[in-house]
């Protein structure tokens, strides 16, 4: 028996967009697909091809030749094409925790449909690796986890293999490329197989046939120097490495079998097998001495000691983070559980259509594509797609909702607000009703008047063809003018508005309604011609108060924080802060000569409004900034900030039209939680802890690592600083990028974008050397600095307790969800012109409904309410991210399922910290 074991393992990583678009892409991918194809027809022996564990490139194919389904489907059975079980290679910390799921769950479950999905969560190329990751690869029926990025000595406890273990305690075996990557093995065969990465004079061409002895002997050279490294980490895989033979958009190259035969003749010290990543990973986990012996590690990979981890890739093209955001939300917190209550009152559940725009989100989550390390071109595509996907899950949802109105007969004059949780709560949503009239009333079934808050309101004047904002503070400015009228040809869009109107109003209200679970409740909008809105507006007012909290503002745009609850008082409470951007469309880098704030104040305006319980500041600001990173010119930027206070958050929209070049705005904000070791942030169905000092910070300084550790960390949609006594929180839509800074470290720098001019620039102040991406020329990106039209919209919260807070911030992130049954304005919906089928759903008697209505919610954290993919059964899906277990009443299920949808032996009522749990609706 030989000493080692050495697995060949010949596969492509495959980037279907990057510094080109998938355009570009599908060509070869075209050429490679028919290869692989007509060298296994040719040779039944031929060598396994991994290509990138992603099943999206079999999709891509597919459409464009679906005759080679029979094909590709014997392929993958026999293993020699092999997909799975990803989707796309996934991002995994701009990314939410639902949609890494999805991925894998697409991604096996076509695989398996053709044959086979791999069972390794393979992870070749993404930036770094959240802490639950080991969870969602245990439950998505994978064996372990093959990866690259991130690691150090440290983390790996000097190791190839290990058992991670997640944040609920889930343990996963693991295997780390450590310092040589997924393209270890590629060199000797590069050199052998295409002339200009030959480093011998006399080249000759790749034969197998032939020439497998030469081959042979060439590439055991090859591989005892890329080994030699690996040796000393093998122990704890029993001496078993991993050499990929691969590269990027590396084709398949024939004549493997041939070759491995030969070099295990010719090497006496290492046996050479040639499989796939399963196999591999098989191979370890049937051991005893490798399962007996391995190490449990814990923590996020995410150290760029060996391979850059790009850190500050999280605020990188927040454009196209934002929008996926947004489609996250509408697909798994809207339209899947409106799919399940519309499915339940005789409607058909739209999986379809949901998988569609499934895909289209997942395909956009590649790690280069939902990073924004991309080419302005490419950028575009995904903005395309993502945009798409979230046009198909609007329109199906406005469909739903029509459906149920006409089954409920509702006639002009009601909003219906649907509750997509499976628990009873306070809708605290934001509605945009549409009248004729500028006043309006909604009263309940009752007839009891209910009270809502003016925020904003948008006259249309019909003669002027015009909009009017803030028409609620300064009126109509109505004028009449003689027009001759020209309404043209009847059709379906203009047949739905109203004649003879001088005018219609689009009012956004505030407004707090208890719903019960996956249900609703109707209430009604009765037109006014009296004002009601009981609006007190002050254009030179500088204080907003409520119970909980008071916002003042002196001359120099200096904020003060009262939070009464706490009795406490911040000076500095809030703040912009602008520096310059030296990095690139990777990283994010301070400059080499200004590392200090350069924003400077102009000129700023405010007023407040007050109706009923929501308090407005509204402040117009004007700053001066350097034109770009390399200018002496300054250009003007504009800022409004509006601050929002209802209840007991404080409500941040801040909009602006970037003026600036390689520029990068913050917003600090200050809190009375002073010397905490830790900040709290929720990644992938879990509530991290993280050092605000990291020691890999220094020690990545010191030792010169390829990417310094920088303290800048990611969150899905909540950041927090806590204390013995409370906790101070932000919620956030779309920005996924946080800091912890100050003397004390008492201040949240949230980051709001980042403008960069190019894909990669070199010698940056946190990573040296080469440009990340392209480093052969300077590859300008314009759009990537973003001078367009950008909105944020976060809040803060401070409570006594960080545990209800995860769960609070998700159900603000929830798209607002209802319909207005009104013929005013009939495109605030997309899809709402259209005119339906008879397709009806029975009739529905009840004004409020609940399907299911889930008692003693209590922290935990929903997810999304959908049918299985199967579509034989309902699943709630849920987490737990306080540190207690949590015990839930398990009457309204009847059992547990898997993240792939499949029922599992284990049902327990208790949620432990971090844990996810998938119930089966009864």
Known sequence: MKKWKIYLVPHTHWDKEWYFTKEVSDA????????????????????????????????????????????IKKIIKDRKLVVGPWYTQTDMFNATGESIVRNLLIGTKLSQKLGHSMGVGYLPDTFGFNSNLPQIIAKTQNKGIINWRGAD?????????????????TKCPTYSFYKHGYFTGVGGLLQQYNKKWSKSADWKEWDPKTRAAEHAQYYINFADSELDFLKTKAASSNNRILMPVGSDQMPMVSGWTEIVAKMNELDPIHEWILGDFEKFMDDLI?????????????????????????????????????????????????????GVIFSKLGGEYPFEILLEATKKLVASHAHDSLGGCNTDETNRSILNRLEAASAIVESQTTLIKKRIC???????????????????????????????????????DKNEKIDFSVVNQRFFNNDEFSIREESHIYGNGYQAIATQKDDGPINATNILLEENVKGKYTTTIKLNETVKGLGWKILKVTENKNNNFALKFDKQGSEIENELFKISLDKNMNFTLHSKKTNQIINNAFKLEATFDAGDTYDYSPSHHNQGEIQELIHFKVNTQTNNKIHIMTIDASFKVPESLDSKNFVEQEVRIKIILENDLINFKIEMTNEAADIRWRFLNNTSVKDSKYSYADQSFALVKRLIDNPSHKK????????????????????????????????????????????????????LFRAVSYIGRRH?????????????????????????????????????????????????????????????????????TFVMTQRKIPTILQREFSLLDIKDIDNLVVTTVKKSWNQKFDIVRLYNPTSQNITIDTSLFKGEADLLDVKIKEFSNIIKPNQIKSYILK
């Not at 050429?31 to 564990?53: L, R």
């Not at 995410?302 to 927040?318: C, D, E, F």
């Not at 006409?406 to 009873?424: E, K, Q, R, S, W």
């Open 28 to 71: 070869y991918l075209v050429d490679n697909m028919k290869q692989i194809i007509e060298a296994n027809d040719k040779n039944e022996n031929e060598a396994p091809f991994v290509f990138d564990a992603q099943y999206s490139v079999v999709d891509d194919f597919l459409t464009l030749f679906p005759q080679k389904l029979g094909k």
């Open 153 to 169: 000595d440290e983390i790996l406890n000097n190791n190839l293999f290990n058992i991670w273990e997640a944040d609920d305690g």
């Open 700 to 751: 990545s300084i010191d030792e010169n690592w390829v990417d310094v550790a920088v303290e800048i960390e990611a969150m899905e949609s909540m950041v927090a600083l806590k204390n013995e006594n409370l906790s101070h929180a932000i919620f956030t839509k779309g920005t996924n990028e946080y800091q912890i800074i100050g003397i004390q470290k008492e201040t949240i720098a949230l980051t």
């Open 406 to 444: 006409d089954a409920l007969n509702l006639g002009n004059g009601n909003l219906i607000i649907f509750n997509t949780a499976p628990y009873t709560r306070e809708i605290a949503n934001t509605f945009e009703i549409h009248t004729k009239e500028q006043f309006f009333e909604i009263h309940n």
């Open 764 to 832: 940056l102040i946190y990573r040296k050397g080469r440009a990340s991406g392209v480093d052969d020329y300077p590859h300008a990106t314009p759009e990537s600095n973003l001078k367009i039209n950008l909105s944020f919209d976060f809040a803060i919260n401070i409570s006594e307790s960080l545990d209800k807070q995860n769960q609070k911030a998700k159900e603000w992130c929830w798209p607002d969800t209802y319909y207005q049954t009104q013929s005013t304005n009939v495109f605030h919906w997309k899809g709402d």
């Open 286 to 338: 049937n051991d005893p001495i490798v399962m007996n012996n391995a190490n449990v590690i814990k923590g996020e990979f995410r150290n760029g000691r060996y391979a850059r981890a790009h850190k500050t890739i999280t605020s990188s093209r927040y454009d196209i983070k934002k929008l996926s955001k947004k489609v996250e939300y509408q697909i798994y917190n809207e339209l899947e559980p409106m």
